[in-house]
């Protein structure tokens, strides 16, 4: 009984390395100290805001059930980078942990707590948005679902060890090996942009908007493991505003310039992307001649 009120007792402490609360954590961005960590949060909101309402200004007159589904999918990205950054500025997903001893910001104190800033809800809410950026850019190449597919998965699995890496106290060695594999799980998405949606998108007759789109996806895709590397999670050199706005940056060119860019070119349903009135149809439609 004494080791099952032991474990009882223990249990708190692990959830919750930290007693910071998230009013006080929401104190710490908003209260007036931290006015650069605040408004790379409310930035982002605004503008997720507003691309929302841009995609369904710029399609408001298509038809095309495949090219609607290409815009839906990059509406997405939006809905969720509203909630992610909604959830960062309540304080919700944010913690103060402490880091193992030999990490270089170890004896760091936030919010008056030891540890520091850590905006867990980033490589969280990835794992929603990216997905949707992947099946955005695979369908503008024309690709299949078994490629679509294959990067969503990896997609999730790179955020998911992004988010251990991030949460990982224990060993500062460990952190790093979190951060390898979602490494290793980045350059299987990255050859799949680079090789095959990049030859498919020259036979479906996309290649000019899907060239664009890559570059600025696979440059803004490489940003954020440096991010992470240089920023608090990682060495340490940049401070968590600096880590935050670079964040931020990276999420405006990645998701609203190319949602922009995308849509500009969808919402005219060229032919290069419509897939006709029965596509993706869940009716199994009989022709008269059939009976
Ligand atoms: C982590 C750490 C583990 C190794 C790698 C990472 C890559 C993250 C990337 C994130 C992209 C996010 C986007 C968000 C848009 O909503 C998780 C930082 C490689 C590429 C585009």
């Known amino acids: 009984m004494d080791h099952v009120n032991e474990v009882a ?44 309402l841009g995609i369904v200004y710029l399609g408001r007159n298509m038809t095309d059930p495949r090219a609607k589904m290409i815009a839906i999918a990059l509406m997405l990205i939006s809905v969720v980078s509203i909630s ?17 001893s030999a990490h270089p910001a170890a004896g ?18 990835w794992t ?14 024309g690709s299949n679902l078994t490629k679509i597919l294959t990067t969503c998965a990896f997609t999730i699995a790179m955020c998911v060890t992004g988010l251990a890496a991030a949460l990982t106290t224990s060993s500062l060695l460990l952190r790093w090996w979190w951060f390898a594999l979602g ?29 664009k789109l890559k570059i600025l996806t696979v440059v803004g895709w490489f940003g954020y493991p440096v991010l992470w590397a240089l920023g608090v999670e990682g060495f340490a050199i940049l401070n968590v505003a600096v880590t935050s706005w670079g964040y931020s940056i990276l999420d405006i060119i990645t998701k609203y310039i190319v949602t922009f860019i995308a849509m500009s070119y969808i919402a005219t349903e060229p032919e290069t992307i419509r897939g006709g009135v029965d596509y993706g149809t869940s009716l199994l439609r009989v022709s008269p001649g059939d009976d």
Request: aromatic share 12%; hydrophobic share 55%; net charge negative.
């Open 183 to 211: 490494s290793v799980f980045f350059l299987v998405i990255v050859y799949v942009i680079l090789v095959d949606w990049t030859a498919e998108a020259r036979t479906t007759g996309t290649a000019d908007l899907f060239n």
């Open 9 to 52: 007792l223990r249990i708190p402490a692990v959830l919750l390395q930290t007693a910071v609360t998230d009013s006080e954590l929401f104190e710490y961005v908003f209260g007036g100290e931290n006015t650069l960590l605040a408004l790379s949060f409310v930035v982002n909101i605004a503008l997720a805001g507003l691309t929302i």
């Open 84 to 100: 992610s950054y909604s959830g960062l500025a309540s304080g919700l997903t944010l913690s103060v942990i402490e880091m193992p």
């Open 128 to 141: 929603f948005s990216t997905p949707f950026i992947l099946i955005a850019l695979g369908m503008i190449a």
């Open 108 to 125: 760091t104190t936030t919010a008056g707590e030891d540890g520091v800033l850590v905006m867990w809800g980033r490589y969280l809410t």
